[in-house]
């Protein structure tokens, strides 16, 4: 067996299928609005959308593999991040005196749709843990 084995990529649709729902997520809220007021149907998938889709398009997918502390890093960051991203969008649409759902809708939408086309920000609390625990060497005392 040869040793200079490199190892296979991910299939590419385990890495476009991420990128593609994340890009759709945002066009599904925004169609969900024309849905009857007060049904869950409506207000569900906007909730999830707007807390998490922004910010889940920022953070994933990550260039490399992750430990699997990182991924719960990473979807614990997705909502503190994808909120203060609606919070942005939200007050600059105020501040222009274009505020209206759609029109929020449809730039975190735009964003998110963007954002999934890049890899995730990098994690380096994630990643740099996992490598500096392997190499911290315990301290002996005399």
């Known amino acids: 067996m040869s040793e200079n084995r490199h190892p296979r990529p991910a299939h590419p649709a385990r890495r476009i299928l991420p990128r593609a ?5 945002g066009w599904v809220a925004l169609a969900a609005t024309a849905l009857p007021a007060g049904s869950p149907l409506r207000w569900a998938p906007v909730l999830l959308f707007v807390c998490f889709g922004p910010g889940l398009a920022l953070l994933y997918p990550q260039p490399g593999q992750l430990r699997p502390g990182a991924r719960i890093e990473a979807a614990a960051l997705a909502a503190p991040v994808g909120l203060s991203l609606a919070v942005i969008a939200a007050t600059s649409l105020f501040l222009v005196k274009g505020f209206s759902g759609t029109a929020f809708l449809v730039s975190l939408a735009a964003f998110t749709t963007l954002a999934s086309a890049f890899p995730g920000l990098p994690l380096p609390a994630a990643t740099r843990g996992a ?4 190499r911290v060497t315990p301290v002996r005392r005399r």
Request: hydrophobic share 55%.
């Open 21 to 25: 729902a994340l890009a759709l997520s």
């Open 131 to 134: 490598v500096e625990r392997s």
